[in-house]
């Protein structure tokens, strides 16, 4: 499978604890983006990579977010000091930077109590 | 600033009947348009896009969609639905020049294909 896929499928976790996500993209792919989606909303855009730059932040990400993509490959989502709030499916996805055509992942679902 | 409205949060339709998922966006600039499709946990499959050209669109499992300009709408419709066609659907736009190519998403319609 060549798709993008992202780990872990799922995460329960309390309140106040770090989690990561991790995304593998499709390999050629340059650009890699970060969504939230929560219970019956369409996906909000939080941030996107060109190769190993972050180039745009949504003001959705807060500083307990961060995300990296340290070789221009795969990309971590961390967030700190989890919130009740912060209990959405994590959706990744790539692309060519072309059209806007995007690649998504099955997404990481997180719960937190 | 970009918007995508989506009327319908569930469209309700028997098997075989046509459907039209609605879908209006608000852009100053010129937009390139998406339909996706997310079934229950699982990420999301794009069905069609409009780039420039022609301004209908036909993508897969038999979906097609037309661009209205002057109307700011990028309606999707099938002539007959089947049940494997339940699933969310989701309009996004990107404006042509941003250089990001983000979509901005909408809040998605609900289709529930009933026999």
């Known amino acids: 499978d060549t798709g993008v896929s992202q780990d872990p499928r799922h995460k329960i976790t309390k309140r106040g604890q770090n989690v990561t996500f991790r995304c593998d993209p499709i390999?050629?792919?340059?650009?890699l983006y970060w969504y939230r989606q929560t219970l019956g909303q369409g996906p909000e855009f939080l941030t996107y990579?060109?190769?190993?730059?972050?180039?745009?932040k949504s003001r959705l990400l807060s500083d307990r977010f961060s995300a990296e993509r340290p070789k221009g490959s795969f990309s971590t989502l961390e967030i700190q000091r989890t919130e009740q709030g912060d209990s959405a499916m994590y959706l990744c996805?790539?692309?060519?930077?072309?059209?806007?055509?995007?690649?998504f992942g099955e997404g990481s679902r997180l719960t937190v109590l | 600033a970009q918007s995508v409205t989506q009327l319908d949060s569930q469209v309700p339709v028997f098997e075989e009947a046509p459907v039209e998922l609605r879908c209006n966006y608000s852009?100053?600039?010129?937009?390139?348009l998406f339909w996706y499709v997310q079934y229950p946990n699982q990420g999301l499959q794009l069905l069609l896009k409009y780039l420039s050209g022609s301004t209908l669109v036909k993508g897969i499992n038999g979906f097609e969609a037309e661009f209205n300009k002057s109307q700011t709408s990028f309606h999707l419709r099938k002539p007959s639905v089947h049940i494997s066609d339940t699933a969310e659907y989701f309009c996004?736009?990107?404006?042509?020049?941003?250089?990001?190519?983000?979509?901005?998403f909408g809040s998605g319609t609900r289709l529930l294909v009933r026999p």
């Open positions: 390999s050629e792919h340059n650009r």
């Open positions: 996805a790539s692309s060519l930077g072309t059209t806007g055509e995007l690649f």
């Open positions: 996004a736009v990107s404006d042509v020049g941003d250089s990001s190519y983000k979509l901005i």
């Open positions: 852009s100053s600039v010129s937009v390139y």
């Open positions: 990579f060109q190769n190993e730059a972050q180039l745009e």
